[in-house]
């Protein structure tokens, strides 16, 4: 029998009304700390009861709605809040008993992938009523109204929490003045976990790592989805790990195009790179580019009417963004259009983005690692750290598989694949005297061995493969940079500028 959690909370109550909140979180928590899955998900909010108990793992998209009070004791000593309320005619309101409630909006985890589900869980096949407020148009998701009564809990927009609480129908906080205003899926929220970047928790270095493992991860990307290509899915293999280690100094993702990748020119226009990364990363959406997306959909999220409606980038810290270009034919980028591709190539280069609001705007950190399919030689919009020409190794290769097609490895490698890359994006890297001193030492040889300054490596392409550096140690699930890993850098960098020439 499902528990009733609203006569639970009501048992709980207690005349400290500051602190009760805080209790409140404390006992369920307690009681389903292993047991989230016994509590149902909130899938489909029509399929539920009112004032049923339900979970929900969502990012928080919008947290400019004011605060709401709401009259924590009722007449008889009485809880309130939670959903819980009395006629107005109930008789006057002792003003000592208002307390506040903050109020967010939360959508479903854009770019989830279904094997982070937990057991049993099944896919979301709802749209929200709300569906501006998701960053990918038309796409099936939750979108909840989410109040939560803890004054000590702060909430960021992109943040990920599994919300549990009591599920109530009410009107969406933006058109409360309205005659008839919208009623939304409304969360009270009982207690929330915040949700790792990785959505499955990851410790590094991962105690499955090998580096056989490594090798068949580089080759099962490269004959699934390029061609063959070994060095394009090592370059994808260090972006897809990529993540902000520090803003000052800056050490931000990595920026890749894969340029010389086919455009479509059948009936799928889905790369099959899509549906080999959504089996390895956690969160990956693609944002394909035509005329039409750029010059008609939001790239960057801005306030309407008091209402933050979303954009493609706003997406949650440890995404991967694949921005597919094959989509692109000759036309007119409009002003919105040129606004889009700005705010694309700001988040790519500076990991910020700025939202649009009446008379301001304000950057936001972000932390995506972006990777560009570009048909040229270059990108048509956008400058990446690197750039990798794509060198197929196998004839008639179909860049553009069906998914069905994708030979998935066995699921314990697929395990491996996943921790490896998970645990890459939460390790960390030292370096230590002797090392640093060696790629200085290394660094001037090469300098003074350039044969004129022109053809001389730059103090930004000492920073560049300082971060390449970084990557392999953490694909290697090594603790510090090494003198090998820093050459096995310079070589897979010199492979790259190689293929210009070709």
């Known amino acids: 029998m499902p528990l009733d959690a609203t006569a639970v909370l009501n048992g709980l109550f207690t005349d400290d009304l500051d602190a009760f909140p805080a209790v409140v979180a404390a006992h369920f928590s307690a009681v389903f700390d292993d047991a989230l899955t016994e509590i149902p998900l909130l899938h489909d909010p029509g399929s539920h009861k009112d004032r049923d108990l339900v979970r929900v793992r969502a990012m928080v998209q919008d947290t400019s709605p004011s605060p709401e009070m709401y009259l924590a004791r009722r007449p008889g000593a009485r809880c309130g809040g939670w959903g819980q309320s009395d006629p107005a005619s109930s008789g006057p309101i002792d003003y000592a008993d208002l307390r506040e409630r903050t109020v967010l909006w939360a959508v479903s985890v854009p ?271 956008f400058e990446t750290d690197t750039n990798v020409p794509l060198q197929p190794q196998e004839a008639n290769f179909d860049f553009y598989a069906k998914p069905q097609i994708v030979q998935v490895p066995p699921q314990e490698k697929l395990e491996a694949f996943r921790s490896l890359i998970g645990a890459a994006k939460v390790g960390n890297i030292t370096i230590n005297e002797e090392t640093a001193q060696f790629i200085q030492d290394d660094f001037v040889k090469e300098r003074q061995a350039a044969p004129s300054s022109f053809e001389a490596p730059s103090s930004e392409e000492l920073i560049r493969r300082m971060m390449v550096a970084r990557l392999l140690a953490l694909s290697l699930q090594e603790t510090e940079i090494t003198a090998p890993i820093w050459e096995a850098a310079k070589s897979l960098e010199t492979r790259r500028k190689a293929r210009f020439s070709t």
């Open 111 to 381: 770019g989830e992938s279904p094997w982070c589900a937990l057991a049993g869980d099944t896919p979301f096949a709802h749209t929200s009523s709300q569906p501006h407020k998701f960053p990918v148009p038309g796409a099936s998701h939750v979108g909840v109204q989410i109040k939560v009564y803890n004054s000590a809990d702060a909430f960021k927009s992109t943040e990920i929490h599994t919300f549990v609480g009591i599920l109530t129908s009410e009107p969406f906080n933006t058109n409360l003045e309205l005659d008839t205003p919208v009623l939304v899926p409304t969360l009270h929220v009982l207690f929330h976990h915040p949700v790792p970047p990785t959505i499955i928790p990851r410790v590094y270095p991962s105690v499955s790592y090998s580096r056989a493992i490594r090798h068949d991860l580089i080759a099962w990307i490269a004959h699934t989805s390029l061609a063959g290509d070994l060095d394009a899915a090592e370059w994808l293999l260090l972006c897809i790990i990529s993540r902000v280690q520090s803003r000052t100094p800056s050490i931000l993702p990595l920026s890749l195009t894969i340029s010389r990748f086919p455009s479509p020119t059948g009936l799928s226009t889905i790369p099959t790179l899509v549906h080999a990364l959504s089996q390895l990363v956690a969160l990956l959406t693609t944002l394909p580019l035509s005329l039409e997306t750029i010059n008609n959909t939001a790239f960057a999220p801005e306030s309407k009417d008091e209402d933050l409606h979303s954009g493609w980038l706003q997406l949650p810290k440890g995404s991967v963004c694949l921005v597919t270009e094959g989509g692109v034919t000759e036309g007119k980028v409009v002003e919105r259009g040129m606004a889009n591709l700005r705010a694309l190539q700001e988040t790519m280069s500076n990991q910020r983005l700025e939202y649009v609001f009446p008379f301001s705007r304000f950057a936001f950190d972000t932390d995506v690692a972006f990777v560009v399919l570009a048909e040229g030689k270059k990108s048509a919009f």
